[in-house]
């Protein structure tokens, strides 16, 4: 069985190359928490980027930052008492009450910032006019809420972002020593870091390349100033329209450091919504914490096994903590919604995705776990990672349900 696995990723990954969804990607099937069947086809890059995509090519990884990094560390700190996820925000980030809809955001808790109902904005181009934490905490603060706190579901990378400021308020230790030392280290992740070109320098790492200059998130700035109706009395909106024109973004093609630009220009790269990079394998290590019984002697299983439930009620999509649910069984508004992890998976399924083009999965029934890793941002994003990714992941679980446990641990 493991070859006819072996061979579905492979036909999967070659069709998103041939159709430029991607140069390149790897997969890692786990069944039962072991590594069954890795997958490689084509390349890291194009041109000077066009080598063969490897076991150990690190990847930006994105999103996958938010429940690889700040999700663990946040539950850590629930495990070691620092805090409570009914906590609110403000109690670590006073900033937030000295902002506009102060008294919404005074009742945005932990939970709802990391099941993306706390009601603050999807995006927004920060980096443009703030540079640091405290600047990010001032403009964060000065963001209108799209929504009440618990109405809705956004999902917002400003909200990760307040969890890893967050967090270096409580450990007074910087983001990505704190998830090194805690996370990366006690489960053996050596390829694993924020900023590998200075957290591996003199390591030879083949890193894959991303988008060439920015190009897609200025498009994103102009769309924004666009719709200026819609944020005129925003103190941003008027440092965005002044700095956008002269701005300095990257040219030439993005590799070894975050492609994500308030992660890269105005956090330095560090940030708890993206700026991570690894391997396929070191997620094989961290997706332990998930399926092995003493939760790799990391997290607290029961605490764990609470992370990974609905938390998000009839809201759609549905959330876990940190993680996507599967829509699978749920209201016919959640179904409408989608799930990234396709309509093969179980409602005990969770996973994640990044814009990059990564992916993690998990489905406890069948005990499956399905890591992707690709760059459909290079050379220039493509839009059809949404319905690619779809139909790789309901092919691989179908493929996996019809072939049964057993048979893939007899075909290992």
């Known amino acids: 069985?493991?070859?006819?696995?072996?061979?579905?990723?492979?036909?999967?990954?070659?069709?998103?190359?041939?159709?430029?969804?991607?140069?390149?990607?790897?997969?890692?099937?786990?069944?039962?928490?072991?590594?069954?069947?890795?997958?490689?086809?084509?390349?890291?890059?194009?041109?000077?980027?066009?080598?063969?995509?490897?076991?150990?090519?690190?990847?930006d990884l994105a999103s996958l930052t938010k429940v690889v990094a700040v999700l663990p560390l946040i539950l850590l700190c629930v495990q070691r008492q620092k805090l409570s996820l009914a906590?609110?925000?403000v109690r670590y980030l006073p900033e937030l009450a000295r902002g506009r809809d102060a008294a919404g955001k005074a009742k945005i808790t932990v939970l709802q910032l990391l099941t993306h109902t706390s009601g603050l904005p999807a995006w927004r181009p920060f980096f443009l006019a703030c540079r640091g934490r405290e600047a990010y905490l001032r403009a964060i603060a000065a963001e209108a809420l799209a929504a009440e706190p618990g109405q809705r579901v956004i999902y917002s990378d400003l909200g990760f972002m307040l969890l890893g400021f967050l967090l270096e308020r409580i450990?007074?230790?910087?983001?990505?020593?704190?998830?090194?030392?805690?996370?990366?280290?006690?489960?053996?992740?050596?390829?694993?870091?924020?900023?590998?070109?200075?957290?591996?320098?003199?390591?030879?790492?083949?890193?894959?390349?991303?988008?060439?200059?920015?190009?897609?998130?200025?498009?994103?700035?102009?769309?924004?100033?666009?719709?200026?109706?819609?944020?005129?009395?925003?103190?941003?909106?008027a440092a965005v329209r002044e700095r956008w024109p002269?701005?300095?973004?990257?040219?030439?093609?993005?590799?070894?450091?975050?492609?994500?630009?308030?992660?890269?220009?105005?956090?330095?790269?560090?940030?708890?919504?993206?700026?991570?990079?690894?391997?396929?394998?070191?997620?094989?290590r961290y997706m332990r914490v998930w399926t092995e019984p003493d939760g790799a002697g990391l997290l607290d299983p029961e605490l764990r096994d609470f992370a990974t439930r609905c938390h998000s009620g009839?809201?759609?999509?549905?959330?876990?903590?940190?993680?996507?649910?599967?829509?699978a069984g749920g209201t016919p508004e959640q179904l409408a919604a989608g799930s990234s992890g396709g309509e093969q998976v179980s409602p005990a399924a969770f996973g994640h995705t990044g814009f990059t083009g990564t992916s993690i999965w998990h489905?406890?029934?069948c005990r499956a776990t399905l890591i992707t890793l690709t760059n459909r941002v290079h050379p220039r994003v493509s839009e059809q990672i949404?319905?690619?990714?779809?139909?790789?992941?309901?092919?691989?679980?179908?493929?996996?349900?019809?072939?049964?446990e057993t048979q893939v641990r007899g075909g290992e």
């Not at 990723?9 to 159709?19: N, T």
């Not at 809201?315 to 903590?321: G, Q, Y």
């Open 171 to 237: 450990w007074d230790e910087a983001l990505d020593q704190l998830a090194h030392r805690l996370v990366f280290a006690p489960l053996g992740m050596r390829q694993t870091a924020y900023r590998p070109l200075d957290a591996w320098r003199g390591r030879s790492v083949r890193i894959a390349p991303t988008e060439d200059g920015n190009r897609y998130e200025s498009q994103m700035v102009a769309e924004y100033l666009r719709n200026g109706s819609a944020h005129a009395d925003s103190p941003l909106y």
């Open 1 to 59: 069985m493991a070859v006819q696995l072996a061979q579905q990723i492979a036909q999967s990954l070659e069709r998103g190359i041939a159709a430029g969804v991607f140069p390149g990607g790897i997969c890692c099937l786990l069944i039962g928490g072991r590594p069954a069947v890795t997958v490689a086809r084509g390349t890291v890059g194009v041109a000077e980027h066009a080598v063969p995509v490897a076991e150990d090519t690190v990847y």
């Open 386 to 404: 949404r319905m690619w990714r779809r139909a790789h992941h309901n092919a691989v679980f179908a493929a996996i349900q019809a072939g049964g």
């Open 363 to 365: 489905d406890p029934l």
């Open 314 to 327: 009839l809201l759609a999509p549905k959330r876990a903590l940190g993680w996507e649910k599967a829509a």
């Open 87 to 89: 906590d609110p925000a």
């Open 246 to 284: 002269g701005f300095a973004w990257r040219t030439g093609v993005i590799c070894g450091t975050v492609h994500d630009g308030n992660a890269h220009y105005g956090l330095a790269g560090v940030s708890g919504h993206a700026g991570l990079f690894s391997s396929v394998g070191d997620l094989a």
